[in-house]
């Protein structure tokens, strides 16, 4: 499910942070999309973690009206496979973006945001957030 951030049209800097709750192997990456532009890579995460520290996304105006696109895998297959639906259940991802006219906002994964592997083992969390 889409979100929205409200960035303002100001030159205020948006920042964004992503924690990944988990005791399994996770990444994440973040693009970036503004209006007839390819995705750029504008953060990612640098360990087996998944998480993203507080990051500056741009300048409200700039980004205005453009896209996030946030996708973290999971990895269980360092857990025992036991384990993994329970791990899969208690999974967490929190976004953070501040900055903005909107202010702090924090978002969660959406159950449509979410794809499981047909054995379990990976997860695939893609949530898109509108700059408006």
């Known amino acids: 499910m ?6 303002g049209i100001d030159t205020n800097t948006i920042f964004l942070e992503v ?6 192997t996770a990444t994440t990456i973040v693009f970036l999309t ?3 532009l390819d995705p750029e ?4 995460s640098g360990n087996s973690n998944g998480n ?6 741009g300048k409200a105006g700039k980004i205005r009206n453009g896209f996030l696109r946030i996708e ?16 899969t259940e208690k999974l967490v991802v929190t976004y953070v ?18 794809k499981i592997s047909n054995n379990g083992k990976i ?10």
Do not use: C, H, M, Q
Request: proline share 12%; aromatic share 6%; no cysteine.
């Open 2 to 7: 889409k979100r929205d951030y409200e960035t």
């Open 19 to 24: 924690t990944v709750g988990t005791p399994a």
């Open 34 to 36: 503004l209006p007839g």
């Open 41 to 44: 890579v504008i953060a990612e």
């Open 52 to 57: 993203i520290p507080e990051t500056p996304i």
């Open 72 to 87: 973290t895998t999971v990895d269980l297959g360092t857990l025992p496979e036991s384990t993994w639906p329970a791990a």
């Open 97 to 114: 973006l501040n900055g903005g006219t909107s202010g702090r906002d924090e978002f969660t994964f959406d159950p449509d945001d979410r």
């Open 123 to 132: 997860i695939a969390i893609g949530k898109p957030i509108k700059l408006t």
